[in-house]
């Protein structure tokens, strides 16, 4: 007997009913994480691949590394190429300080620039894979291992788990769209995802609620799919479909992830999987530290970016058409570095 579902404020579906069944049931389990795909946006996902024990690990290893001195941290060849002005590269390998990345909401927003005023209080380690070409195009910037030993090789098998768990909720995406298993699959042989570690510090809760700083404000992400794994301090909410502008509170669901759709994924599936805004506000008031300066808990996160192989060109899925293709082909290139170059604050 499977275990009872836990409850969420967002659909939550066990992915062991997708992976361990064949036929109608395999059919019924994918159309049901489609349904919250194309209503949400967002989905949980408990009994997925990935155990509790290495998640839980994984958060040790994060750890670990935020606390490692700062200088070691900010080492120049530690730190992302992104976060240097005389590099033409937007890709994301390494250590990025506190206040450089600020997620826009949307491209053409008059506010972004009164957005970024207000720098996100986050710093993030990056990865891509350790082969291929994503490794070849940017190497991994990592710490010596003599530095902090271990954190290389447990990081590395932890990106080839997440992307063979990216790769499962690619075909069950496919199969609940009544495509081919492999049709996103096909476009994803690279593995040219980006794995990132982030730390969101201790933050004065005043200075959040005032808005002088924020966690991450309210964004979609731009590739196929992304995956992510909490701790359980909270703050994560998702726009409420139905009442545009309020939000919905994610909260951490232990032994799940949440997955979302990306824009890339949403323009290439003709709108019918929805890109969906989020953010992550001040945590509630239990998990903030009791003292005279109500000092919200430091939070950790970990999302895992998939994203299509870069020379790959998609076009609006055809049986997804329906009364036209609403946007020209595109190559997953082309899309993520216009995406990626509205993102850091030198651009
Ligand atoms: O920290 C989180 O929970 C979400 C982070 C996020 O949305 C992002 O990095 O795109
Ligand atoms: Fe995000």
Not at 14 to 35: H, P
Not at 165 to 183: H, T
Not at 285 to 296: C, K
Not at 301 to 323: H, M, N, T, W, Y
């Amino acid at each position: 007997m499977p275990s009872a579902i836990p409850k969420a404020n967002l659909p939550i579906h066990d992915f062991s009913y997708f992976s361990n069944s064949e036929g109608e049931e395999k059919l019924k389990a994918a159309t049901e994480i489609v349904d919250a795909f194309k209503t949400y946006g967002f989905v949980y996902l408990v009994n997925h691949s990935i155990s509790t024990e290495k998640t839980k690990t994984l958060f040790d290893w994060s750890k670990k590394f935020f606390y490692l001195p700062y200088d070691e941290r900010t080492k120049p060849e530690l730190l992302c190429p992104a976060t240097d002005p005389k590099q033409s590269g937007f890709v994301a390998r390494g250590y990025t300080p506190v206040g450089v990345e600020k997620l826009p909401q949307n491209l053409d927003d008059q506010g972004l620039k009164s957005l970024r005023a207000v720098p996100d209080s986050k710093d993030m380690f990056e990865m891509g894979p350790d082969k291929g070409v994503g490794q070849e195009r940017e190497p991994n910037r990592y710490p010596p291992d003599a530095v902090i030993p271990g954190f290389r090789d447990f990081t590395t098998s932890f990106f080839w788990d997440a992307h063979e768990l990216g790769m499962d909720i690619l075909r069950c995406i496919a199969i609940g769209l009544g495509l081919d298993e492999n049709y996103f699959v096909s476009y994803h042989e690279d593995a040219d995802n980006l794995f990132r570690l982030i730390r969101y510090p201790a933050v004065e809760r005043a200075a959040i609620k005032a808005g002088t700083t924020a966690r991450t404000t309210a964004h979609t992400d731009f590739g196929s799919i992304t995956i992510l794994f909490q701790d359980d301090v909270g703050g994560l909410e998702v726009e409420d479909p139905a009442k545009p502008g309020t939000y919905i509170v994610a909260t951490p669901v232990q032994g799940s992830v949440i997955v979302n759709v990306g824009d890339f994924l949403m323009r290439w599936s003709n709108d019918v999987l929805k890109s969906n805004l989020h953010r992550v506000v001040e945590p509630p008031a239990d998990r903030v530290l009791s003292n005279d300066m109500e000092i919200t808990k430091e939070r950790f996160s970990i999302p895992f970016f998939v994203q299509a192989d870069r020379k790959k060109v998609v076009q609006c899925v055809k049986e997804l058409e329906g009364s036209g293709a609403k946007y020209p082909p595109v190559s997953a290139e082309e899309y993520l570095n216009m995406r990626r170059k509205a993102t850091f604050k030198k651009f």
